[in-house]
């Protein structure tokens, strides 16, 4: 798992905690018995929220699903395969009907314009699926 992150809230001595993100299911290199996988994401230091709220100081999920994230300065792109919004705030997702063999998983958290949070809160985890 490599786990990259950015900041906002404070640690108690005065250093702001960065915010982070952190793949807590599937476990990194989990074998799963079928191709309907649930995702499961925890954010630290930063408040999720769904981008129709349009609040600063927010973030949502992105995943990027067996593929490489976009450049981290430019928009995540919609309609993409492979990349998933999150936009209502969800913190959770099941990805179905994933083919046999290995995958990736990389969650991205960006602000309500889908630009990801600078510096960049990521985290990475591989699995495969038996079936």
Do not use: K, W, Y
Request: aromatic share 2%.
């Amino acid at each position: 798992m490599t786990l990259l992150v950015i900041g906002v809230i404070s640690c108690g001595q005065g250093e702001p905690e960065p915010p982070s993100v952190e793949i807590v299911a599937p476990e990194e290199g989990a074998v799963l018995p079928d191709g309907n996988v649930r995702v499961v994401l925890r954010a630290r230091a930063v408040q999720i929220a769904p981008v129709a709220a349009e609040r600063e100081g927010t973030a949502h999920h992105h995943l990027f699903i067996d593929r490489d994230i976009t450049p981290l300065s430019d928009t995540i792109p919609a309609g993409v395969l492979g990349i998933l919004h999150l936009g209502g705030g969800e913190t959770e997702f099941v990805l179905e009907e994933l083919e046999p063999g290995a995958h990736r998983v990389i969650a991205v958290l960006a602000d309500r314009s889908h630009v990801p949070l600078s510096p960049p809160a990521a985290d990475t985890v591989h699995f495969t699926v038996e079936r």
